[in-house]
């Protein structure tokens, strides 16, 4: 079996798990913090704010955003469930904008185009790391009185034209799952650099507690809830392996980016299947290895299911690329405009094994049985 991702770890991970068990320290603490500074530093933003998921993350965004029951929230539809589950935690309605023909993000102009006069924010997403247009996007934001929060789930170390992702954001939020460049097993951050958003999204992740919990338990301060909230924390075993993760982020996003350009060597000729293109002026992470199945007679998403039938047989831990919210049955039933380059996205993308260790020998199995796929599927 090669499957789809390989965590990296080494001795330094297992040591910084140990050495945390023997502190007696486990919950969000000492550890937690350094995993925040190492963070902030590497997304280019002044605060990052460790959390239980991604998905916590997001929520806790939209929150912070005050976004209320009521409110519209501009997502893709064309993306992992949670970014279009979070909108639906804080009670507001999400609203789907198609994503570019050539890109799976959305574009200022499919925002605008699906804007309402309830908008209060937009979540646009770095789909595979792939960064979207932060600067247009911020800009249409800030005209039209809404707030950008950035789904960068998948997104750690990708630079959108020399920037680093979190660089001025109100919102930016990662996710550490291990289908990520780096993880600490579940885990998520969200980075900003307004001071009052982090104050305040520490109190969220904490029960609206008015300190720190390692204040509370040593120091013999007394607490106060200020508001009603949520237990989100991450805890100090993971963020110690969060810390490991990171000092290796370059090595890794290198060798992703290596991988990436041999799997586009060895599908050169084979002009059924095309993968995605960054923009030029972009430093992709390569999250994720994904191409298009280019479709066939019928069904474009049949196509490219009956070659994942046949990868998967075979051993390869393939997947389908990017799903559609509106396509899952949580989502269907939602109005909403037509969603075109979102369907072909959904129907056409393949997500083929990519990690650090992936040998040579099995980078050239995945790319035969790829091919032979392909032939046997008209
Ligand atoms: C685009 C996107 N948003 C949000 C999430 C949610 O992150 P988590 O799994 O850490 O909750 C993920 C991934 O898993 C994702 O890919």
Known sequence: MIPIIQP????????????????????????VE????DLAAIGGADHAVAVSSGTAGLHLALIAAN?????DVIV?????????????????????????????????DSVDRVW???????IAVHQLGVPFDRQEMRRLCHDRGAVLIEDAACALGSLHKGEAIAQDAEFSVFSFHPRKVITTGEGGAILTNNPEHAERLRRLRQHGMSIAADQRHQGGKREQY???AWNFRMTDLQAAVGVEQLRRLGEIIERRRLLAARYEVLLAKCYEVAPLQPRADDHWNVQTFCVCVAPGQGDPATRRDEVLRRLNDQGIGARRGILAAHLEPAWHDLLRDPLPYTEAWAAQSLALPLYHNLSDDEQQQVVDALVEALGHVP
């Open 34 to 37: 350094a995993f925040e500074n």
């Open 8 to 31: 990296v770890f080494g001795p330094e991970e297992l040591a910084a798990v140990a050495a945390v068990l023997k502190s007696g320290w486990v919950v969000q603490g000492p550890r």
């Open 226 to 228: 200020l508001e009603p």
């Open 67 to 71: 976004v209320r029951a009521g409110d």
């Open 116 to 122: 309402t006069p309830q908008t209060r924010a937009v």
């Open 76 to 108: 893709p539809s064309l993306s992992f469930i949670a970014t279009t589950n979070a909108v639906w935690m804080v009670g507001a309605n999400p609203v789907f904008a198609d994503v570019a023909p050539d890109l799976p993000n959305i574009t200022p």
